[in-house]
């Protein structure tokens, strides 16, 4: 965990705690290391300890989410042939971006969902999740990237960032590769944010990821998904759909999202996503209330 001052940060918005919670339900974080949970704390990856104070809806009454910019402008623009698209990036980064688009949108048609896109997808040298804490002190997360469905916002750590020592998904040392395959995860979500609407901010967080994490490893490049099982011979499938839950996701979001893509795998593959995504399942992916 570090911390981050002002000057690192590109811009501001200030929100009250009602819009916060809004906010939190809105925001799918692939976070490395660490994740906002649904009382917007973060937790470490490697350590049941609780990393930052919870943050308060008696104390706090602003919430600042600030994103920083340490990278230089964007070298070029692109839209991959959709009005409603913007991608700012390297040119190697659309041309890749668009790729990725392109296999998303073929996924889901696949299973029957046809997308128009519509989103602004942005490459930073690093991406930033920013608050204020209980204390009203300025708390930061390095991200990967996210995706935030209020705003149709795409953040990515550019392919070539600066800091790729410190980018390792399940063990994989960032690169174009690893990096475009976090890129279909956010996409995903941009997906699954147009097939259930309003439905997305009611469905679990966690089920949310579920289904990115999936999405992710079925597109997936067949060697790197070797090399991450390769890297990880103890996960397992999830036993059950109660194991799709925010606290394991906390605990480990590298290891909930290669479990995700295994108990989706056992069950049919694709064919399972599109079964959660049409609420065709026999049990609640929505937040909170769980019926069996
Ligand atoms: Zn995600």
Redesign the pocket.
């Known amino acids: 965990m570090q911390s981050f001052t002002s000057n690192s940060l590109d811009c501001l918005w200030t929100l009250s705690i009602d819009t916060l919670v809004a906010v939190r339900r809105r925001y799918?974080?692939?976070v490395s290391g660490v994740r906002i949970d649904d009382t917007m704390n973060c937790l470490p990856a490697d350590s049941k300890k609780k990393c930052r104070s919870k943050v308060s809806r008696k104390s706090v009454f602003l919430l600042c989410i600030v994103f920083s910019a340490s990278a230089p402008a964007a070298a070029e623009n692109g839209n991959c042939g959709f009005q409603l698209v913007t991608i700012k990036g390297t040119a190697v980064e659309v041309e890749q971006s668009c790729a990725a688009l392109a296999k998303v949108l073929q996924t889901f048609a696949a299973i029957g969902f046809r997308i128009d896109p519509e989103f602004r997808l942005i490459f930073k040298d690093q991406v930033f999740v920013e608050r204020l804490d209980q204390a009203g002190q300025l708390d930061a997360l390095r991200v990967l990237g996210?995706?935030d469905s209020r705003r149709s916002l795409i953040e990515m750590t550019s392919f070539q960032s600066s800091h790729q020592e410190e980018r390792r998904p399940w063990g994989v040392i960032w690169g174009p590769e690893i990096a475009g395959s976090i890129l279909h995860?956010?996409l995903a979500?941009m997906a699954t944010f147009a097939v259930l609407g309003d439905g997305y901010w009611r469905t679990d967080p966690s089920w949310?990821?579920f289904i990115?994490?999936s999405i992710e490893f079925e597109v997936m490049d067949p060697s790197l998904r070797a090399q991450i099982l390769a890297n990880n011979p103890s996960a397992e499938a999830f036993e059950g759909v109660l194991k799709v839950n925010p606290m394991l996701h906390g605990a480990d979001p590298d290891r909930f999202g290669l479990r995700s893509y295994l108990m989706t795998r056992d069950k049919g593959g694709l064919e399972f996503i599109r079964r959660v995504l049409a609420g065709e399942v026999d049990f609640s992916t929505s937040d909170i209330v769980w019926r069996r």
């Open positions: 799918s974080l692939w996210f995706f995860h956010e979500h949310l990821e990115a994490y």
